[in-house]
């Protein structure tokens, strides 16, 4: 069985091919209503798409969005979402599948040629098919969407280390993560990496990354207990999208390293209408027992070095034999870079889901 649904009443489906004629999402469960055309969800893709700068893949596509369905026009003008499926589609204009030759008799280490032939025993070898992390672009497709469904919450992401070199708190300046190729809010970081990530790229290699994100917003109550956890969900959220190799909710690993008393989050009397306690600190990352407490949900994502590199390395191929292996191509030389908007999106995704539980269940 393959699964390529994510969402339980907010859901969205992908399907489509790195090389193929084109990729596409359907996305269910969005309240009917709501404004939505191309110009809510191009913005978000162009932060995504490749080709803008010599840091990123050079493959050149525009992902231009479609929607074909699931939105009418009403008598004031306005496209809203009708409660039915919403079809997205983007057209693949620049693939290059003669680069892939080579992949097609041998397996990229790190890649996910070897598992899916051992689980298909057929597989599209070209760009890697569906493990590309091309179908991440319908994502963000749907994390656009998802975004209208809970306007109430905002949501920031921005890469905190690259290649082990990471970004300094005390400079952390929200203005600068936008105004760099590497969304990094501490400039003499985005600096430093520029060296960093082109000595990579010309040597034929790879770094990893970690993206950091936080939505801030979300009331006290999303989420459920035991197994629709928030936290759970954005664990499984982020885990799925390609290269990545670890997630922390909250202070992560770091919390095993505190005493109790210092990963409590005291609380004192609030003084807002509804109760709400003011927090002295957020260790928890904004989740605590699988339900959001107020404060700002925060994770950080770890992406893997680009598996797709120049550099030879040992490999075995289709039939068993030992080789070597150089993936030709355009690839991210740090894939963690694109990965922010990928991240903004599956946690709007995930924030959409739980906001449409809570009203189900509670009203």
């Known amino acids: 069985?393959?699964?390529?649904?994510?969402?339980?009443?907010?859901?969205?489906?992908?399907?489509?091919?790195?090389?193929?004629?084109?990729?596409?999402?359907v996305v269910d469960g969005c309240p009917p209503g709501i404004a939505l055309s191309e110009d809510d969800i191009q913005p978000w893709l162009d932060?995504?798409?490749?080709?803008?700068?010599?840091?990123?893949?050079?493959r050149r596509e525009p992902d231009a969005v479609r929607i074909l369905s699931g939105v009418f026009e009403g008598q004031d003008g306005i496209q809203r979402t009708t409660g039915t499926p919403i079809s997205l589609m983007i057209e693949n204009v620049d693939q290059r599948s003669k680069d892939y030759s080579n992949v097609a008799q041998a397996y990229r280490p790190g890649h996910a040629d070897y598992t899916y032939d051992a689980k298909y025993g057929f597989r599209d070898y070209r760009g890697g098919g569906r493990s590309s992390a091309r179908e991440t672009a319908m994502r963000v497709a749907a994390g656009a969407v998802a975004r209208l469904v809970v306007p109430q919450?905002?949501?920031?992401?921005?890469?905190?280390?690259?290649?082990?070199?990471?970004?300094?708190?005390?400079?952390?300046?929200?203005?600068?993560?936008?105004?760099?190729?590497?969304?990094?809010?501490d400039a003499d970081a985005a600096t430093r990496w520029e060296k960093l990530v082109d000595d990579a790229r010309k040597a034929g290699s790879s770094l990893g990354a970690v993206v950091e994100c936080v939505a801030t917003?979300?009331?006290?109550?999303?989420?459920?207990?035991?197994?629709?956890?928030?936290?759970?969900?954005?664990?499984?959220?982020?885990?799925?999208?390609?290269?990545?190799k670890g997630v922390e909710i909250g202070d992560g690993f770091d919390a095993a390293r505190l005493s109790g008393e210092q990963n409590a989050d005291p609380m004192r009397p609030g003084e807002s209408a509804d109760g709400a306690p003011h927090y002295a600190s957020n260790h928890a990352g904004g989740v605590a027992g699988g339900i959001s407490t107020g404060q700002p949900v925060t994770c950080r994502v770890a992406f893997?070095?680009?598996?797709?590199?120049?550099?030879?390395?040992d490999t075995i191929t289709r039939d068993g034999e030992a080789t070597q292996?150089?993936?030709?191509?355009?690839?991210d030389p740090c894939v963690g870079i694109r990965g922010v908007p990928v991240v903004?999106?599956?946690?709007?995704?995930?924030?959409?889901?739980?906001?449409?539980l809570q009203r189900a269940?509670?009203?």
């Open 1 to 25: 069985m393959s699964w390529n649904t994510f969402g339980r009443v907010f859901r969205f489906t992908t399907w489509g091919e790195s090389h193929g004629p084109a990729i596409g999402a």
């Open 47 to 58: 932060r995504r798409k490749p080709g803008q700068s010599k840091f990123t893949t050079q």
């Open 153 to 185: 919450v905002r949501i920031l992401a921005y890469v905190a280390e690259i290649g082990g070199d990471r970004i300094d708190p005390a400079k952390f300046d929200a203005g600068q993560i936008g105004q760099n190729p590497f969304w990094c809010p």
């Open 217 to 244: 917003g979300v009331p006290a109550g999303w989420g459920a207990p035991l197994y629709a956890k928030l936290d759970s969900e954005l664990a499984a959220a982020m885990m799925s999208i390609n290269a990545v």
């Open 304 to 313: 893997k070095p680009t598996s797709s590199i120049l550099t030879p390395v």
């Open 325 to 331: 292996i150089s993936t030709k191509g355009r690839h």
């Open 344 to 356: 903004e999106a599956m946690m709007a995704c995930v924030l959409a889901d739980q906001f449409l």
């Open 361 to 363: 269940q509670c009203g």
